[in-house]
């Protein structure tokens, strides 16, 4: 018998009814074949390499900022530095003194006059007041190019740094500059609208310290303006007019004597900082660089004959640029080159953050972490207890400080009174004691004054009876013979 079953049409419905069809006959139509197909992800190119691209890109359109500080005393070279540094002239045009007006005038010329009364005077030291309302700021403000990448400069420099008979306080109108610039970037960054893309960063990035070539070492006044100034910003300290110095064996043990100072006085200054992925040539670099600190420079914008920047002597010419004459280039390559982003870096992410949480905390406000949580009555009412209960218990406390400082008062006020009040009983006991052995003294005398009348007295006494007994007998004899 031969089975058979409904072959539908194809498309058609399968239940269908037509005649039956043998399954022997039956012809299936030509399936599609269904390939799986399985891809391995592979370590290809994703495109976050390109990130530094893109920070490239956006550096170049806003630009860079830097502000740096020199600090130092007169004739050092402050100026010619700045002007070495960045290979041009900043120091004429671009200080910010501007126009001066009437009081202005009159107070420089009132200090100049009184700088020459005291050279041509000889002056008590103590009349004259610390320099700390005298040394000043200078601004420099520019703008500069290269390359296609703007730098927008500002540099502050001090006059009158060290050129008085007491130059102590000298630190503090850097301090306060320094400071006044950290609020004023915690002033903006705490407002509530406020637009930190066009502030302009005023804090001090680096400070450069001038130090003296005298070939000792540093000074108190030098100790003591890297000590207030090295906690708040990023202080290095270099030797100013390295050319005075006479040999290189000179010089490496004026800078032994620096960093033995600094580390005895526990001062911490910039040095750039070593990464695990630094190669091995960036790593010898910084430690070579670190070994010659404090860097021994010198500057000056002439050219010698070859087109470099030197200074020229009857004995020679010392090449600017040359590391075996100076230390500049290592100070540009500091400051300028590989590590003004690290100097930033620092400024902002440790200096600022210490300052700024010390200024907070001055300022009474403290850190609320629950202000992002969920609100929980129970917990709100229990937490209010709790400081409500402090609050009492620190009351109390309080008050019982305040009893037991009042009755100690109390107790010396009285003890005052009874040592007073003994010391008098111990004087007029001692007034009374003097009297009475005055007066037994007096008594005594006139006893004895007493005793030795007495006797002559009955002395005298027995001589006037005699006299008196013969006087009558030879009265009476006379008599008797005057009756006869």
């Known amino acids: 018998m031969t089975v058979t079953a409904p072959i539908p049409a194809f498309g058609q419905d399968p239940s269908f009814d037509e005649d039956l069809v043998p399954v022997d006959s039956q012809v299936l139509p030509q399936q599609p074949e269904f390939k799986i197909i399985k891809k391995k992800l592979t370590q290809g190119y994703i495109g976050f390499a390109n990130l530094p691209k893109q920070y490239h890109r956006k550096s170049i359109r806003q630009g860079f900022e830097f502000n740096i500080l020199l600090a130092g005393k007169n004739g050092l070279g402050k100026k010619t530095l700045i002007n070495t540094l960045f290979n041009r002239n900043l120091t004429e045009s671009n200080e910010s003194n501007g126009d001066l007006d009437k009081d202005e005038v009159s107070k420089l010329l009132s200090e100049k ?6 050279q041509d005077s000889v002056v008590d030291p103590e009349s004259i007041s610390d320099a700390e309302d005298k040394v000043t700021l200078k601004n420099i403000n520019a703008v500069i190019e290269e390359n296609g990448v703007s730098l927008s400069l500002n540099v502050l420099h001090t006059e009158g740094f060290g050129d008085y008979i007491n130059n102590s306080g000298s630190y503090v109108p850097v301090l306060k500059e320094i400071e006044s610039r950290y609020d004023a970037y915690l002033e903006e960054e705490n407002l509530i609208n406020r637009n930190m893309a066009e502030f302009k960063d005023p804090r001090i990035h680096c400070i450069l310290y001038l130090i003296e070539p005298t070939g000792h070492g540093l000074t108190d006044l ?10 708040v910003a990023n ?3 270099i030797i100013s007019k390295a050319d005075s110095l006479k040999t290189a064996e000179e010089t490496a043990q004026f800078k032994n004597n620096i960093l033995k100072q600094l580390h005895h006085k526990n001062i911490q200054f910039f ?5 695990e992925n630094d190669d091995s040539e960036n790593v010898a670099y910084i430690e070579n660089l670190v070994a010659r600190f404090p860097l021994a ?3 000056g914008t002439d050219l010698d004959t070859s087109g470099n920047r030197a200074r020229v002597y009857t004995w020679g010419t010392l090449n600017i640029d040359n590391p075996e004459h100076s230390d500049f280039t290592y100070l540009k390559d500091l400051i300028i080159k590989q590590f003004m982003e690290e100097l930033k870096e620092k400024t902002n992410k440790v200096l600022y953050e210490e300052y700024r949480s010390q200024k907070l905390v001055k300022l009474g406000i403290k850190q609320d972490n629950s202000i992002f949580k969920e609100f929980d009555p129970v917990e709100k ?20 400080q305040i009893f037991q400082e009042k009755v100690l ?38 006893e004895m004054h007493l005793q030795s009348n007495g006797a002559s007295n009955s002395f005298t006494g027995d001589g006037v009876a005699n006299n008196e007994s013969s006087t009558s007998t030879a009265t009476k004899e006379k008599k008797k013979g005057f009756l006869r």
């Open 113 to 118: 006059l009184r700088k020459l009364q005291i």
């Open 222 to 231: 030098d100790l003591e303006f890297c000590s207030k100034i090295a906690p």
């Open 235 to 237: 202080l290095i300290p």
């Open 271 to 275: 040095t750039p900082s070593v990464y």
């Open 297 to 299: 420079v010198m500057g």
């Open 381 to 400: 009412l229990k937490e209010e207890k709790s400081l409500h209960e402090a609050k009492l218990a620190k009351l109390e406390t309080e008050m019982k």
């Open 409 to 446: 008062e109390k107790e010396k006020k009285l003890q005052k009174s009874e040592n007073e009040l003994f010391l008098k009983h111990k004087e007029m006991k001692e007034k009374l004691l003097k009297q009475l052995k005055a007066l037994e003294e007096k008594k005594y005398h006139l």
